[in-house]
């Protein structure tokens, strides 16, 4: 373990106009290591502290660390109205890691939208042997309806009235994954009652299904494809956050297959309680803590 860091604010010029960094490296680093933060908001870097710390955390064990604001967000120029998940930024988690020394093995590790940003942008960064997504945001898609479908309205009530579900409907997230889930029930009701009542889907509803299929289909393919470079991926979630149940849902269908073949490269942690947002310390120390040893060998992650 290294006993101190240096950390070197900058801009770096990318494909999609300039970005701020900041790199957080030991006096020797054995490997690099890109954190991509989420995109909810605008001083991203410096939400609850914890990509901050957790760059500090990594710098301690010896890796080259670089942190950023997506562009449009934070110190980064530009304007962006919103993050949408469907369209990650990969294009600025490849220019943050150029900050990093050259010809080192690199890890992604990111945050919501940043685990979808780093999943798109494994592919082009050299030397890659790690993947580590946080609170992944999986497609809903085609798994929650296979959900929605197997879920009695008994036991949707049940777990619509638990504290952690309740306190979901205050995030917009999550509000429309509910309101979603609740049209689904619905329509599978309509249908049963009066098969020949159904509406005939409009070219719009097609387009949304049709990229709700592509985007769990390409999701699929960048995770078969590290698996075949023999990248190791930690997925961590926490298990009261909805990304823990699309996770599950898409387990019992296509992912399944997909980890049966893995050949034990992927692991994944759960954490009690809400883990989407980091609300408590408790939770960020842990997570940190859990994410360093897996990344330098030290700890396999277990569930809890």
Known sequence: ??????????YVEGSEGPLFAITTQPPVGSSNVVLCPGGWHGGSIQANRLVMRMAAALAETGHNVVRFDWRGSGESPGHI???????????????????????????????????????????????????VLLSFPFPAGR????????????????EGLRPAALKGWLDPATRRVYVKFLKLRWQQLWRRLRPAAAAPATPDMIR????????????LAQLAELIRRRVRILMVFGNDDIMYQHWQAAEEAEL???LASSDGLVDVMTVSGELHGFSSLQSQEGVIAAISGWLTGRAVPASD
């Open 256 to 258: 399944g297959e997909l």
């Open 1 to 10: 373990m290294t006993t101190g860091f240096n950390e070197r604010p900058c």
């Open 81 to 131: 109205r919103f993050f949408n998940l469907a369209e990650p930024f990969a294009s600025d988690a490849m220019t943050a890691a150029h900050l990093l020394p050259p010809g080192l093995p690199t890890s992604l590790v990111g945050f919501c939208f940043g685990a979808r940003s780093a999943l798109a942008a494994a592919p082009a960064i050299d030397g890659l042997e790690a993947v």
């Open 208 to 219: 949304r299904e049709e990229a709700q299929a592509i985007a769990l289909e390409d999701l």
């Open 143 to 158: 798994t929650k309806e296979k959900s929605a479908s197997r879920v009695t309205a008994t036991a949707a009530i049940r």
